[in-house]
């Protein structure tokens, strides 16, 4: 099996010898983080399973589907709707950007200080050792931060990309006008890729699919509230980070397994603590696979991550039910656009909806704390933290700001400010 | 003379102690960088009057357009109109943010590891020692740069604050129309502050106005393209430092006289320095009054900037001259709106134009480096500049890239890089 995916990986042009560098630290991070972790879910054995296979079932699965004539498209932002793609016929890949491996072959290019996310979305490329990336016949990108926009731009020179804009003041109407026509180009340059044309029923279809997901990513988030929670942070944060590129149905069908085993547990009262371990949230920056870093440290201090308000936690279903009744592409392109407007993303002006969601999830989840999470010279987050602990003082929730990279130089420092923060709350 | 604006900066509710500290360094720095150079134009006195009342005269002029019941409008940027706030009956001043005089106040809010010039934008405001900020009646922004867009957010609670939508792909018609819808609710926003309708004819007037100021700086950068040069880059730059808050018809006319001397030195082969004298332009960030840094470094170390491609050099005229000839409010303002779009900004992706402006004045301009400035953390400059220093290299123009804050921490080690860069093109 291992030698099978050797050949795929040579054919796809990796660098092997780095690529064996990677994959020989990874189990071993894994076993750390995530097996040493007592009392899982046993449901969680499925997205175990995954990861233990990162850079071949999955990738397998791609070149298959691309032998059968389907095109791959690769993205990293939730602003480009997974729903287009999949009626486009292609398969969506989400990159992942969460280690600092190629920030090497990154700075070549890149500024040293800017976002470790957007320097590894970039290196990952450079340094062929990303099979999704090698798989994908295009990158789709964004204009959610001037990183990310401006990264693209050198992407485009390693492979083939296509940026989307998304406005910066998604209240007014031209706003939403803009963001709707370019979800239409993005509908032309699928279709002119895949050789496509999409349909009312594609759209139906997609629509239905993504809404499914959704729904069980949103009970997932639900069963969290539960005092105390029958899943960890770091558990949840790798369901979500794993959504971001399985196979949309099949992960569906698994994490309703694992709701279904969660709502079991809440019944029992069975949780992955104690009932007095204080409860975070962690709002900000996405974080992508693997990176695991802060969510190890609060849960490895005693404490339990019970909301992420993030792209990989409720801001990846805030687009919420979308409404497939229409009956032309138009409509249901204009449900589409209208309702991803409703990620709370920082890169909007203002994004008041950010702190509202965050002030009533604290209610909701009967948090402790929060921790304000941001990558570094991530300026569109950093920036907003100064309004989030504003408005969480006013409901007195304590915020901790964090703002780190991917190395493992500061894991001392920020163990020690998690651990005061952690104390403070427990008083 | 001095007391009276004692009195009308305690009016303003100026921070005195925090701004008698500020009134006290300038006129040495100014000094020494300025007043030190040798041969400089006559008609130079203007400008050197400017900054000798920089707090005086020209804040005098605003409050007394104030009291005739005129309105005072603050902005940062190019990518807000001057035509439009003249035509509204307003007063525009750009405000300066070129010193870390505040970062201490701004720090108290703003994250650290932020761009200088958005930390001292919020910072002057925030530390009230800028009387133009004081007098001003809103500040209007735009979404040029993440940074700037989440600091207005927080200027906002400090005083009214209104922000116009840049878009990001500037080629698609979606972000034109977006552009002009902007343009079209920035100027109700205009009229509503100022109690006064905009019409044909204010706009007409507006327009000549201001293309009669771009129109003499563009004189001006021609000049430069001299061998050698008849006015230093610190001179010029300074220029256009004080056309973003002097009065546009003064400022005209006395940058008129400035070129007419500067036309009469080149027919007499007068100079400001050596023919031999390597020829530079920097092109990058803007430089905010009064950051003269990486100016004085240059020309301190035996070369002449003689072209910058920058906010404050060829961008500020790169919309050219705006056909004022239609006869509706919508049609004229469809006129700015599309002129503006044509700033080549790093906000916008991709900027393919930016490289071309700066291969094309390499060449008119005869420069021998480009020196490619960003101010920190500044993502989209700072990634540009990978393109730059490539399409440069096709030409045989040899780039150093730098990047600083409004520390003198760092002019050592710029000096360094700066005689080695100079050192490699006289070889």
Redesign the interface.
């Known amino acids: 099996m291992e030698t099978d995916y050797r050949k795929m990986w040579e054919d796809l042009g990796i660098n092997m010898e780095k690529h064996d560098q990677l994959l020989a630290v990874l189990p071993f991070v894994y076993r750390n983080v995530y097996l040493s972790q007592k009392n899982r879910p046993k449901a969680m054995e499925y997205y175990d399973f995954v990861v233990s296979g990162v850079h071949g079932i999955r990738v397998k699965e791609l070149l298959d589907a691309k032998d059968a004539g389907k095109k791959v498209v690769a993205y990293f932002c939730l602003y480009v709707p997974e729903e287009l793609v999949i009626a486009s016929n292609a398969v969506l890949v989400g990159l992942c950007g969460g280690s600092n491996f190629t920030d090497q072959e990154a700075e070549e290019?890149?500024?040293r200080?800017?976002c470790p996310l957007i320097k590894a979305s970039y290196g990952f490329k450079a340094a062929r050792i990303c099979p999704y990336f090698q798989a994908a016949d295009i990158c789709v990108g964004e204009?959610t931060?001037?990183?990310k926009?401006?990264?693209?731009?050198?992407l485009?020179e390693l492979c083939p990309t296509y940026?989307v804009?998304v406005?910066?003041?998604p209240d007014?109407?031209?706003?939403r006008?803009?963001f709707y026509?370019?979800m239409m180009?993005l509908k032309s340059k699928l279709e002119e890729i895949t050789g496509h044309k999409i349909t009312v029923q594609d759209l139906k279809k997609s629509i239905g699919i993504v809404n499914a997901k959704r729904a069980v990513l949103d009970q997932l988030i639900s069963t969290r509230k539960a005092v105390p929670p029958p899943i960890s942070g770091k558990d949840s944060l790798l369901v979500f980070q794993i959504a971001f590129y399985d196979d949309p149905q099949r992960f569906t069908q698994k994490t309703k397994e694992l709701v279904e085993e969660l709502q079991e547990r809440i019944k029992n009262k069975v949780g992955v603590v104690d009932e007095s371990a204080p409860r975070i949230m962690v709002s900000g920056c996405p974080m992508a696979i693997p990176n695991w870093k802060l969510h190890h440290i609060v849960e490895s201090s005693g404490a339990v991550i019970v909301v992420e308000e993030s792209c990989v936690g409720t801001r990846y279903t805030s687009m919420g039910q979308i409404d497939n009744s229409a009956n032309t592409v138009e409509d249901l392109i204009r449900a589409i656009s209208d309702a991803y407007l409703n990620i709370h993303c920082?890169?909007f002006?203002?994004?008041i909806g950010r702190v509202e969601d965050v002030v009533r999830l604290a209610k909701e989840f009967k948090v402790d704390g929060v921790i304000h999470y941001?990558l570094?010279?991530c300026?569109?987050y950093?920036?907003?933290?100064?309004?989030m602990e504003k408005s969480l003082k006013k409901i007195n929730v304590p915020m901790l700001k964090i703002?780190t990279d991917y190395s493992n130089e500061d894991v001392g420092q920020i163990t020690t400010r998690v651990e005061a923060f952690l104390e403070m709350i427990r008083k």
């Open positions: 290019v890149l500024p200080n800017i204009t931060c001037d990183g926009k401006k990264m693209y731009e050198l485009s940026t804009e406005p910066q003041k007014t109407e031209q706003a006008e803009l026509r370019e180009a920082s890169c002006t203002p994004n941001s570094q010279t300026h569109g950093n920036i907003e933290a100064a309004k703002e």
